[in-house]
């Protein structure tokens, strides 16, 4: 999963003859997204190339709340959380997404209520994910809600489609697809993080 430097220099160059491709403004964002060899801001400023062409861009916004809340740590703008909140697309899958990065706001700001709420939202538009019903599992294991938390890491596991193995060829670095699989849905992931969900079962 290691990126290239080799592979940021040619798809620079590709940028510079069409700085409108948001196809490629995405893989470079996402060779920046990650700690500890990406850049924030460089991430930062490819994704608001994407929104100052398509300012209603739900991956891009997607991208936008995981860099905030998972690699810098930080509160999203209000903006943002507003636009996670009130955005409608054509696509429950995107619709399920924008929901659950919504609840990363509400889980950062404490507010457990309002998280549960997100997550609920998402699950009821895309209930083939992964991540959604290890976060609400999560909240219910600190409410006392073994039984109901424990159902909710079954249907997680169930319904995970790709785990990778250490064969780094496996994950294309450059592709949104996979990105959104392994990080916002959960739907391919590591076999160490499925180990960590299957855990959550000894509860």
Same mark, same amino acid.
């Given at each position: 999963?290691?990126?290239?430097?080799?592979?940021?220099? @040619?798809?620079?160059?590709?940028?510079?003859?069409?700085?409108?491709?948001?196809?490629?403004?995405?893989?470079?964002?996402?060779?920046? @997204?990650?700690?500890?060899?990406?850049?924030?801001?460089?991430?930062?400023?490819?994704?608001?190339?994407?929104?100052?062409?398509?300012?209603?861009?739900? =991956?891009?916004?997607?991208?936008?709340?995981?860099? %905030?809340?998972?690699?810098?740590?930080? %509160?999203?703008?209000?903006?943002?959380?507003?636009?996670?909140?009130?955005?409608?697309?054509?696509?429950?899958?995107?619709?399920?997404?924008?929901?659950?990065?919504?609840?990363?706001?509400? =889980?950062?700001?404490?507010?457990?209520?309002?998280?549960?709420?997100?997550?609920? *939202?998402?699950?009821?538009?895309?209930?083939?994910?992964?991540? %959604?019903?290890?976060?609400?599992?999560?909240?219910?294991?600190? =409410?006392?809600?073994?039984?109901?938390?424990?159902?909710?890491?079954?249907?997680?596991?169930?319904?995970?489609?790709?785990?990778?193995?250490?064969?780094?060829?496996?994950?294309? *670095?450059?592709?949104?697809?996979?990105?959104?699989?392994?990080?916002?849905?959960?739907?391919?992931?590591?076999?160490?993080?499925?180990?960590? @969900?299957?855990?959550?079962?000894?509860?």
């Amino acid at each position: 999963m290691k990126k290239t430097m080799n592979n940021k220099k @040619i798809l620079e160059k590709k940028l510079n003859q069409n700085g409108k491709n948001i196809d490629l403004l995405f893989k470079l964002a996402l060779l920046e @997204i990650e700690p500890p060899e990406g850049d924030d801001v460089k991430c930062i400023a490819y994704l608001e190339q994407i929104l100052a062409l398509d300012k209603d861009n739900v =991956q891009a916004l997607i991208l936008f709340a995981y860099l %905030h809340y998972y690699n810098l740590f930080e %509160h999203a703008e209000e903006d943002l959380i507003n636009k996670l909140i009130s955005l409608k697309s054509p696509s429950d899958e995107l619709n399920s997404m924008l929901r659950y990065a919504a609840s990363w706001a509400f =889980q950062f700001k404490g507010n457990s209520e309002k998280q549960i709420f997100f997550l609920k *939202e998402s699950i009821a538009l895309d209930p083939k994910n992964v991540f %959604h019903y290890v976060g609400l599992a999560y909240n219910y294991f600190e =409410q006392g809600k073994d039984l109901e938390a424990k159902e909710l890491v079954k249907k997680a596991l169930g319904n995970i489609k790709k785990v990778y193995t250490d064969d780094p060829s496996e994950y294309d *670095e450059t592709n949104l697809n996979d990105f959104l699989g392994n990080n916002i849905k959960g739907t391919y992931l590591t076999q160490q993080m499925v180990n960590i @969900i299957q855990k959550m079962l000894d509860q």
